[in-house]
């Protein structure tokens, strides 16, 4: 017999049966030896096998057992769920990697520059627009520019969670960015105003499709542990493009035109879909139960999602246009929109129910608060306190980097216990940024306050929005990702129009003047009474206020 110079696997390291059963024949030795001894010393018998193998199988099956337990401990075998487990396939050199990991390196890099490329485009695209719009004769219809955008969006979103939960986030991925970039060559190619408008209406269509997948490519590439990380890093990549997105398309604008803008920016969604794509295939691809037949499509909730959008539109457009008439499509609007929000929502979302309900409600109470707050914040510095727009729109500017703040601190392993704290936290600081703002109406009152109120409250809307994405994320089987990413994003963006046309009306009414979507003023908003703005901050503050008590409910019961 060759005897081989390096140990084998199995002799390294034997399962746990063989190492059971060699401690249990050892065991069993010494304990026949010493009832021997015993029965010499006493002059019995000790030929006898059945005075000691009870108590030697005992102590053989205690030891199988406590082998077997700590080698399931080892492999993940033990009962419990997959995320109570040690993630042994994301460990190197005995740590654990992160989202920069060799495993997840592309993946990550690939779409958090996907988000960053929609971020700077959500914010350079605002500077281009009312350039864009004065060239192509097309003032009237420059609102529709930014709800065409969010219609389509609400009905891409839909359609993203039924593809990703059938088919894996990968199809629905590499459609919304290729419709995201045809809508962007669209407007900047456009030679008169409704091609613009039809423009943003695809390149809508591709940003809902992208932001679901997004959150399903999460719930599936990533193991728990990282998923608040990941959440944070898609914050994170909101602060530059916050700052220098205004800047750079301003000067874009200025030096070469407003076409520039559009066109430039599909040119940059091929890196991080060279790199995202592969990776998601590997990682992500495919319905989530593989050997599950795949569902068709529900053609109930397309129904419902082409409801909610066509609705938002109606709504969008009453409450921009402040006359008796427009309360037919006021009416129409609220009729298609209501029961459509309601069918696609989780049950009981409307009356706060407790766990998940509750997560979708808050997003969209956060967000759209928020959001019709933040629109009012630069019009109001320069008409009542005489800012030029450039410095109005920077003292928001660190906003950008204490929301990522807020989104890294609910990423930190230390604060999971606490994320329903950190929740409701957050939602005071934002309601009382929110109630602060107005207080620069007063001349005593230094301008700088609101950068300082705004700071904090970005940093509750980064515990906020990235503590929503995680506890949706947590509360989801892996086949229902998709829907119920979708419902967030749908909470997040109807909140968003019915809450800034809410705000923009209550404006006009008190003599606030046309504004269009844009923080763009007519001339007669020079003359906006101080009540105007306040109709809108405080009313959202309560709104605020009252998101505080949805968070006190994201636990269930039983949770």
Same mark, same amino acid.
């Given at each position: ?240 493009? =916050? ?83 427009? *309360? ?66 920077? =003292? ?25 704290? *950190?929740?409701? *936290? ?40 990235? =503590? ?85 409910? *994201? ?5």
């Amino acid at each position: 017999m060759t005897v081989p110079l390096e140990p084998s696997d199995a002799d390294v390291a034997p399962r746990p049966a063989t190492a059971a059963g060699a401690f249990a024949d050892d065991t069993r030795d010494q304990r026949d030896h010493k009832r021997d001894q015993r029965d010499d010393e006493r002059g019995g018998r000790h030929d006898d096998p059945q005075a000691a193998e009870p108590a030697a199988e005992q102590v053989a099956a205690q030891v199988a057992e406590q082998v077997t337990a700590r080698g399931a401990e080892q492999d993940g075998s033990h009962h419990g769920s997959h995320d109570d487990r040690p993630d042994l396939r994301h460990q190197h050199h005995g740590k654990q990697s992160g989202v920069l990991g060799r495993e997840h390196r592309a993946l990550s890099i690939g779409i958090v520059a996907v988000v960053f490329l929609i971020a700077f485009e959500a914010t350079a695209v605002g500077t281009a627009m009312p350039v864009a719009a004065r060239e192509l004769h097309g003032i009237p219809l420059y609102a529709f520019a930014f709800s065409a955008y969010f219609t389509t969006s609400l009905f891409g979103m839909v359609v993203s969670g039924q593809w990703a939960d059938r088919k894996g986030p990968l199809g629905a991925l590499a459609g919304g960015m290729s419709a995201f970039a045809a809508g962007l060559m669209l407007s900047g190619t456009a030679g008169v105003m409704w091609v613009f408008v039809l423009g943003r209406a695809v390149q809508g269509l591709g940003g809902g499709l992208v932001i679901v997948a997004l959150y399903v490519v999460v719930s599936r590439a990533y193991p728990r542990r990282l998923q608040p990380a990941i959440m944070a890093a898609f914050a994170a990549s909101w602060v530059i493009p =916050s700052v220098v997105g205004p800047l750079a398309a301003g000067t874009v604008t200025e030096q070469l035109g407003w076409r520039w803008v559009f066109i430039g920016i599909p040119a940059l969604v091929v890196v991080p879909l060279a790199l995202a794509l592969p990776a998601i295939r590997r990682t992500a691809a495919g319905p989530a139960d593989p050997s599950a037949p795949v569902a068709a499509f529900d053609r109930r909730r397309i129904r419902l999602a082409l409801g909610i959008s066509i609705g938002a539109g109606f709504l969008q457009y009453a409450g921009q246009d402040l006359r008796w008439l427009s *309360l037919l499509p006021a009416a129409l609007g609220a009729a298609l929109l209501v029961p459509s929000a309601l069918g696609l929502l989780p049950r009981g979302t409307y009356r706060a129910a407790r766990g998940l309900p509750s997560v979708v409600l808050l997003r969209g109470v956060a967000a759209g608060s928020f959001i019709a707050a933040e629109s009012f914040v630069p019009l109001m510095l320069v008409t009542q306190r005489g800012l030029s727009p450039t410095m109005a729109g920077l =003292s928001l500017a660190v906003g950008g980097a204490t929301w990522a703040l807020g989104s890294y601190v609910q990423s930190r392993p230390q604060t999971e216990p606490y994320r329903e704290r *950190l929740v409701v *936290l957050g939602m005071l600081l934002v309601a009382a940024a929110i109630a602060t703002a107005p207080s620069v109406l007063i001349e005593a009152v230094p301008v700088w306050t609101v950068g300082v109120a705004w700071g904090f409250g970005c940093f509750g809307m980064g515990l906020v929005i990235g =503590s929503t994405s995680v506890l949706l994320l947590k509360l989801s089987a892996p086949e229902e990702a998709g829907a119920n990413s979708a419902a967030l994003q749908i909470s997040d963006a109807l909140s968003n129009v019915l809450l800034l046309a809410a705000g923009g009306a209550a404006f006009a009414a008190l003599g606030g003047g046309a504004v269009g979507a844009g923080h763009a003023a007519t001339d007669g908003a020079s003359g906006t009474h101080p009540a105007a703005f306040a109709a809108v901050f405080l009313p959202m503050a309560g709104v605020a206020l009252a998101g505080a008590w949805v968070a006190t409910r *994201l636990k269930t019961k039983t949770g």
